[in-house]
């Protein structure tokens, strides 16, 4: 079979994504570390939510599906501020890099902000590179130890008592009618 006769799952990096890539697997999402970091973990880090089904827009998601992405985002947003001290964050489903892609999937971004940035000043926009530009922009991924930690505080925050009704809900949300 050809790349272009194959379907955009077999092309696609999130749907491909090698398991030393996953942060944490939830029922309809999965937390990511990114292919390629957009922000430092001295900047405050970054992780990416990604829905289990391929699609390229989130119109075409479930409300359990985007439930999910945001339930994600809330826990990868706890792990980023307990490993990292992360500040404060911006939640952004940009796909400026991937929009003329024929197997693009849709996927939010959570871009921790660090008040000690060096190179994401905290209270501006966030800066990233034009497409042509990627070859040469290099962002230093997290350490070994902040990713394994990262695992255990996504896995501790998923699993606490905090977010039990949020669970439920997407529990619930997830049985067959």
Not at 4 to 10: D, G, I, K, L
Not at 15 to 31: G, K, M, Q, T, Y
């Amino acid at each position: 079979m050809t790349a272009a006769s194959e379907p955009a799952e077999s092309r696609c990096a999130l749907c491909s994504a090698l398991s030393e890539r996953v942060v944490l697997d939830l029922r309809h999402a999965v937390i990511l570390l990114p292919l390629r970091a957009h922000i430092a973990a001295t900047d405050g880090g970054h992780l990416v939510v990604v829905p289990r089904r391929h699609e390229p827009s989130r119109m075409q998601l479930t409300p359990v599906e985007m439930l999910s992405m945001e339930f994600g985002s809330l826990i990868a947003s706890v792990a980023l501020t307990q490993v990292l001290g992360t500040d404060w964050f911006n939640y952004q489903e940009n796909g400026n890099w991937s929009v003329e892609s024929a197997n693009r999937h849709m996927h939010l971004h959570v871009y921790g902000r660090s008040k000690e940035a060096e190179v994401q000043t905290y209270g501006e926009a966030l800066r990233f590179p034009l497409r042509v530009q990627l070859d040469t922009w290099h962002v230093p991924s997290l350490s070994q130890e902040q990713t394994a930690d990262i695992r255990e505080a996504a896995r501790t925050a998923a699993g606490s008592p905090d977010f039990g009704l949020l669970r439920d809900a997407l529990g619930e949300l997830s049985r067959p009618v």
